[in-house]
């Protein structure tokens, strides 16, 4: 079975003018207040349109508008496919349609300074058959359970709106609703604009299970029937949080939604694993056939590989394309050493995908030719650039870790390279090259530029395949 990695989304550079960082407290940007900052507020409602033909209705409002004109963009610019919103309108409060033009990259109201609805419709299906749309697409509305995600949804303010986004996710009006973000009944808030993307709900059947683990408010939500039993799956669930959490000392988010779910998806060799992370909610798409023992195999790699992003990715987030190899790569190392310490799988085992990786690496024609750090600059579709960026990643995490080990005689590894990265350099401006240079340098008080250039700037070296030789 081949796991399919679905990171690319969010280590693109994402338009920071999308992010704008609401600095007010949210309680003091109602309206009307004598002493409110002048940043206007939003809430949005989801209805169900058309349920056979997967249409859902959005209505947006922005109260305390203080601008001639407001722009409305799509939430991601990040080279993923923008959504469509069907018959974009917007009205006044007194019912007065309001002119609306697009610019090419967004749309522009004419709300001359007063607030004003916006509403489309949008159309959430996945293309029947093996399609890479499933990549971006996360939304489902299925007979008995739903859910939606953000981004395949919203368009939102182009301005400074204030924190705490409401969303009331009406589709199902007589189904319960559980979201990534907090909620109460079916009103989700949203800590600020730009997560709006990120906004995963779901509803109806999903079993939810729901416990405190390392300060992480953790919820599953698992639909279907299944090989295992939903204890099985989240306290497997609940190891791996606890154990990576560990490994950093805190975590990015504090509560996490995690979504077990059939993939839709069969290609032509059956049905595939998939596992998303996006912000704080992990979906884990898998073969419904998947027999029990293959829940300790596959989806814990998942699972281990996609919650590690949370810190190697999300909160440590590579400035270009020519980090991946550090994001994939040492996610793999790293994710692998967890399972192997959770005794999900044996140190044999281990040592057998290790094996396997290596030997991929050499047959890969890429190699010698390319340098590791160099194959995410392609738009991730040959195969062949892909596994040299993870399977190349994953050697260099390796012989980088070991060589800080014989470097500081023990006392520094490439985690406490990732710690402090964490403790020092999380957040929207991203890390480069420089940082990891000098992140080791702090850890070990080495220089390892040299052997960093060696490593994934040169064209990808067969040395790296041999493991023990290579540091
Ligand atoms: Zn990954």
Request: glycine share 10%; hydrophobic share 40%; net charge negative.
């Amino acid at each position: 079975m081949k796991v399919h990695d679905m990171q690319y989304s969010y280590v693109r550079p994402v338009v920071i003018s999308l992010c704008i960082i609401a600095a007010a407290a949210a309680g003091c940007a109602i309206v009307g207040l004598p002493d409110a900052p002048a940043q206007p507020f939003a809430r949005y409602r989801l209805t169900l349109e058309d349920s056979d033909l997967n249409v859902i209705r959005v209505c947006g409002s922005i109260y305390g508008a203080n601008e001639k004109e407001t722009r409305l963009v799509v939430t991601h610019c990040d080279g993923s496919e923008g959504i469509d919103p069907i018959g974009l309108r917007a009205f006044d409060t007194g019912g007065r349609k309001l002119p609306v033009s697009s610019d090419g990259c967004g749309w522009v109201v004419k709300n001359s300074r007063r607030d004003f609805t916006f509403e489309y419709s949008v159309v959430v299906t996945i293309e029947d058959g093996y399609s890479p749309e499933i990549r971006n697409k996360l939304t489902l509305l299925g007979g008995d359970r739903s859910r939606v995600m953000g981004r395949d949804v919203f368009i939102v303010p182009g301005i400074p709106v204030s924190s705490g986004v409401l969303v009331d996710v009406d589709l199902y009006p007589a189904w319960d609703m559980h979201a990534a973000f907090r909620s109460v009944g079916r009103r989700v808030i949203v800590p600020r604009a730009c997560d709006l993307s990120r906004m995963m709900a779901v509803m109806g059947s999903y079993r939810i299970h729901r416990s405190p683990v390392c300060g992480i408010d953790l919820l599953l939500a698992i639909g279907g029937s299944w090989a295992f039993t939903d204890e099985e799956l989240f306290e497997t669930i609940r190891l791996i949080v606890s154990s990576e959490t560990a490994m950093f000392g805190s975590s990015p988010h504090d509560r996490y939604l995690f979504i077990c779910d059939r993939n839709p998806v069969k290609g032509g060799g059956g049905f595939d694993y998939y596992g998303v992370h996006v912000a704080n909610s992990m979906v884990l798409l898998l073969d419904p056939g998947m027999d029990r023992s293959e829940l300790y195999d596959t989806p814990m790699a998942l699972i281990a590989h996609e919650f590690f992003h949370n810190w190697n990715g999300e909160a440590i987030r590579p400035r270009s394309d020519d980090l991946l190899w550090f994001v994939e790569g040492a996610t793999v190392y790293f994710s692998y050493h967890v399972l192997v310490e959770l005794s999900i799988i044996s140190r044999e085992q281990y040592e057998w995908r290790r094996e396997r990786i290596a030997s991929r690496y050499l047959e890969n024609p890429c190699r010698g030719r390319v340098p590791i750090r160099s194959a995410g600059n392609s738009d991730l579709g040959d195969r062949d650039m892909v596994h040299l960026l993870y399977d190349g990643g994953f050697l260099a995490a390796e012989a980088l870790d070991r060589k800080l080990f014989e470097v500081s005689h023990g006392e520094a590894g490439l985690l406490d390279v990732l710690r402090w990265l964490y403790e020092h350099e999380s957040g929207e401006q991203g890390v480069d090259m420089e940082t990891i240079v000098r992140s080791i340098l702090e850890v070990s008080g080495h220089d390892l530029s040299g052997f960093l250039e060696m490593l994934v700037g040169d064209p990808a070296p067969a040395v790296l395949a041999g493991g023990e030789q290579s540091s």
